[in-house]
């Protein structure tokens, strides 16, 4: 019971990871969460009925983890389709120009002559 007691709290950590980096504009891969999850609820499933239950605490953190995380993952899809929908229409990315600013502004010190266009 402490195992997977444990196992549940690893994956809320693993799930508030993927949100951060997700919330970072990182693209994450959420097979080896889906897995762990699976094999967690079996095993859940498979105690009976009176042990399963201390579960729940746990177990209902990791639904509520994975709220955050299916929201930000959604906004990131929608972000990434405005993105290709201004590059199909021949639109600057506001994205890529935040980030061509953000670099060419965000330098630090003189620039020197042989790095002028």
Known sequence: MAELTERAASLGAALEEAQAEAE??????LAGLE?????LCAEAE???RG????L???LGDLVAALDPLAACLTD????REQSIAAALSGRD???????????AYGRSGPVRADELP
């Open 56 to 58: 729940l605490g746990p």
């Open 76 to 79: 990131q899809q929608a972000r």
């Open 24 to 29: 970072s504009g990182a693209l994450i891969d």
């Open 93 to 103: 990315d506001p994205h890529t120009a935040r980030q061509r600013a953000a670099a």
């Open 51 to 54: 042990e399963a239950r201390a």
């Open 46 to 48: 498979s105690m009976p």
């Open 35 to 39: 897995e762990r999850v699976a094999r």
